[in-house]
């Protein structure tokens, strides 16, 4: 689950991964289902924490329903940006590694 900020609400996993880091086969509405999320997460995206930030940074440089979503991405890279001063370095490393990729 992703994290928010006391009183928000979580976001389910993105993107089911195999063990070898691939996506697995995703089944009939699951584009519609991160559509969806991607939407949801760029409403909330204020409220998300470090660590969602960046689990959903990952989510969208994996699958490309969230990738291609302009608001999800910039609402997330503005919340990042606000995050910084206050992140921790191993947080902060985290974050700048998911926005690296």
Same mark, same amino acid.
């Given at each position: 689950?992703?994290? =928010? /900020?006391?009183? +928000?609400?979580?976001? &389910?996993?993105? =993107?089911?991964?195999?063990? @070898?880091? *691939?996506?697995? /086969?995703? #089944?009939? #509405?699951?584009? +519609?289902?991160?559509? /969806?999320?991607? !939407? $949801?997460?760029?409403?909330?995206? @204020?409220?998300?924490? *470090? /660590? ?5 940074? $990952? &989510?969208? #440089? ?7 979503? +302009? &608001? ?7 919340? !990042?940006? =606000? ?6 370095? $191993? ?5 700048? $590694? =998911?926005?690296?990729?």
């Amino acid at each position: 689950f992703f994290s =928010t /900020a006391p009183g +928000g609400s979580d976001l &389910a996993s993105a =993107t089911p991964m195999e063990t @070898d880091g *691939a996506p697995s /086969a995703r #089944g009939p #509405g699951a584009a +519609g289902a991160l559509q /969806a999320l991607g !939407a $949801h997460a760029a409403a909330c995206a @204020d409220r998300l924490e *470090a /660590a969602g930030v960046t689990q959903m940074l $990952h &989510a969208c #440089g994996r699958a490309p329903e969230l990738r291609e979503n +302009g &608001a999800l991405v910039g609402a997330l890279l503005e919340r !990042a940006r =606000t995050l910084v001063p206050e992140s921790s370095p $191993h947080s902060l490393s985290l974050l700048v $590694h =998911t926005c690296a990729r």
